[in-house]
T-cell receptor, first 113, second 108 residues
Framework: DADVTQTPRNRITKTGKRIMLECSQTKGHDRMYWYRQDPGLGLRLIYYSFDVKDINKGEISDGYSVSRQAQAKFSLSLESAIPNQTALYFC????????????FGPGTRLTVL | EDQVTQSPEALRLQEGESSSLNCSYTVSGLRGLFWYRQDPGKGPEFLFTLYSAGEEKEKERLKATLTKKESFLHITAPKPEDSATYLCAGINNNDMRFGAGTRLTVKP
């Protein structure tokens, strides 16, 4: 089984809809991250969390919110989706006690029409 | 502004033709430089972390090196299965900045 799982893997939605992307991990890591990937722009950090009570904005947090429901679960919400949020979304985890290496999930392809 | 720039954007090699991918960075207080491999439709897969100038790490046909301004990923005698996008990223404090990647194609 994969260490970092993301659901759904693909989602098509309409402008103005609320969307939640979910991430779960079995690696026992304390830190979790959400990124988006756009062609030619690379991965950009949306939010990150170092433990259940710690949430921090990343480079591009506008239009997004997150919830860390448990050490193993970190969800990303788009309150009112817009077409320029169409992208690949990746969740990642790291073990703060062992360095900065991040391990990524398989991604969610989100299309906003 | 912290930035990571990768070149070239795309690279096509014949099987066995060695080459290098470049990652230049301007990340203040760089704590580590990372290389990842990404296959189509998948998440990035960790390859290497480099922490100080002069450091080198190897894995099969790949070798990563680091200077004070850039990192190189050397690919020796590549095989078609090495075809992928290679990403580098620099981290300072809590913020990891990724480059846009180099898309490598190795023809048999």
């Amino acid at each position: 089984d994969a260490d970092v799982t993301q659901t759904p893997r693909n989602r098509i939605t309409k402008t103005g809809k609320r969307i939640m992307l979910e991430c779960s991990q079995t690696k026992g890591h304390d830190r979790m991250y959400w990124y988006r990937q756009d062609p030619g722009l690379g991965l950009r950090l949306i939010y990150y969390s170092f433990d259940v009570k710690d949430i921090n904005k990343g480079e591009i947090s506008d239009g997004y919110s997150v919830s860390r429901q448990a050490q193993a679960k970190f969800s990303l919400s788009l309150e009112s989706a817009i077409p320029n949020q169409t992208a690949l979304y990746f969740c990642a985890t790291s073990d703060g006690r062992r360095g900065d290496t991040q391990y990524f999930g398989p991604g969610t392809r989100l299309t906003v029409l | 502004e912290d930035q990571v720039t990768q070149s070239p954007e795309a690279l096509r090699l014949q099987e066995g033709e060695s080459s290098s991918l470049n990652c230049s960075y301007t990340v203040s207080g760089l704590r580590g430089l990372f290389w990842y491999r990404q296959d189509p439709g998948k998440g990035p897969e960790f390859l290497f972390t480099l922490y100080s100038a002069g450091e080198e790490k190897e894995k099969e046909r790949l070798k990563a090196t680091l200077t004070k301004k850039e990192s190189f990923l050397h690919i020796t005698a590549p095989k078609p299965e090495d075809s992928a996008t290679y990403l580098c990223a620099g981290i300072n404090n809590n913020d990891m900045r990724f480059g846009a990647g180099t898309r490598l194609t190795v023809k048999p």
